[in-house]
């Protein structure tokens, strides 16, 4: 049985005063979620804070990237050590706004990922298609593609350590989910393409969905049978919105 988990990406939102509210309401609204694995991936200024508010509770905290080395002259980089000092225990890989807006590909998301395991963290590592390629029926090659960066470099047992995250581009921030059918679809292509590899951590990894995860939606897509959380942009913003899809990763109350 695969645990369910829910991370909030905050992207470049927060301040100090902000996050204190929000933090302290999703601390208050996830306090008695015990089915599920719940984090948080704030930017780096706001990892301190995250530390001190959220130790001690039931939610873990990490960042949104990293560098692929440990230290040296990278100037406006942050380490993988860095990231540790903090209490950071994931750290998101390969986010398509990464990949679009910075030019990160399959090698550097690739190193950065291996550099997140060496360090213990634990990568998210996001694969998706555009819109483009979907209705060029790309989408299993982009993702296998993607999916493979990592297995040809590192092996299946690179995954034992990690999460996979499915976020179609043309689902993130839009308002336009994929439906439950469409991302079991691709989940399942995931895991079928490791099972080639080792049908034991294909069955252990967990793949959350991610592309405009809302309260009204999640628990539809959740329930699906290779969908195992969710990977929230937007909605991570308010306490009032992650908390609902909390719930419905964890379950019934208990
Ligand atoms: C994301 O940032 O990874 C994301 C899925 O964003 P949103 O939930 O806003 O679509």
Known sequence: MRRKMVVGNWKMHGSLKE????????????KHFHNADFVVCAPYPYLAQAQSLLQGSN???GAQNMCSTNDGAITGAVSPAMLVDFGCTHVIIGHSERRNLFNETDDTAAARFNAA????????FCMGESHEERESDWTDYIVGRQLDSIIRRFGPQALVN?????????????GNPATPEQAQEVHDFIRERIARCNMEI??????LYGGSVKPNNAAKLFAMPDIDGGLIGGASLSAKEFVPICQAANGELT
């Open 162 to 174: 990690a999460v996979l995250a499915y976020e179609p581009l043309w689902a993130v921030g839009t």
């Open 19 to 30: 996050n204190k509210s929000l933090l302290e309401g999703v601390k208050q609204g996830v």
């Open 117 to 124: 395991l060496e360090a213990g963290l634990i990568p998210i």
């Open 59 to 61: 939610i873990a905290w």
């Open 202 to 207: 294909a069955a252990n990894v967990r793949i």
